[in-house]
């Protein structure tokens, strides 16, 4: 059975900290990793990792992958309240179905 | 382009009643999914379906049923409401079942009493 687990599953920080979320995966035929920013509405995509080790970057937040160690970590620089949301990370699997496996979420709190 | 809508927003029902959530996407996206996202998790797929009239089960499809008759329509059928279907859904879709990055609807709150 495919299995996405995040860590950790809350975080409280303040204003302008730095923080590092982690996925880490047991999938068959993976495809892909995907990170969704979720603010109390519908998930919206933030990245797509394909490859280890190459940093894809928007803006404050980064992402990377390890497909070694069948992790990847989502970090956010000079947080925001904005930053405020839950953040999910998905993987894509090789199938008919191209179907993607999602973790519970991690849930961001950003104080003033 | 209004991308994915569902409809409705919020619906609350009494157990053993049935109903239909609606879901439409404007993209000419192949692939369209149905998910449940419960208190502190994330989601869960429910049916999906790679183009139209093709469609087959996730990983929760007990108790719900889909059909795809067009590419930009995914109604998700609720056949006899239960208290554990209480959820939120999310409707979503991707230009292909390849390609991962999926667009999601706002979302419908159910309740079922």
């Known amino acids: 059975e495919d299995k996405v687990v995040q860590s950790p599953l809350s975080l409280v920080v303040h204003e302008g900290d730095t923080v590092t979320l982690n996925c880490s995966y047991e999938?068959?035929?993976?495809?892909?990793l995907l990170w969704y920013k979720q603010e109390k509405k519908a998930p919206t995509f933030l990245f797509m990792l394909?490859?280890?080790?190459i940093e894809k970057k928007s803006g404050r937040l980064s992402s990377i992958l390890d497909k070694k160690e069948l992790f990847s970590i989502l970090n956010i620089t000079a947080t925001q309240t904005g930053d405020s949301a839950v953040y999910l990370c998905a993987v894509g699997v090789n199938t008919n179905a191209g179907k993607s496996t999602f973790g519970d979420g991690t849930t961001l709190t950003v104080k003033p | 382009n209004a991308g994915v809508t569902q409809t409705p927003k919020f619906q609350v029902l009494k157990t053993g009643q049935s109903m239909t959530l609606q879901c439409a996407q404007d993209?000419?996206?192949?692939?369209m999914s149905w998910y449940r996202q419960d208190p502190g998790m994330g989601l869960r797929l429910i049916h999906y379906?790679?183009?139209?009239?093709?469609?087959d089960q996730g990983e929760v499809p007990n108790g719900y049923n889909v059909s795809r008759s067009t590419t930009e329509d995914f109604p998700l059928r609720l056949l006899s409401a239960a208290p554990s279907q209480t959820s939120v859904y999310f409707c979503a879709s991707s230009f292909t079942r390849d390609s991962y990055e999926q667009y999601f609807g706002p979302g419908t709150r159910l309740t079922v009493t």
């Open positions: 993209m000419n996206h192949e692939y």
């Open positions: 394909t490859s280890s080790g």
């Open positions: 379906s790679v183009g139209a009239g093709i469609t």
């Open positions: 999938v068959t035929n993976f495809r892909s």
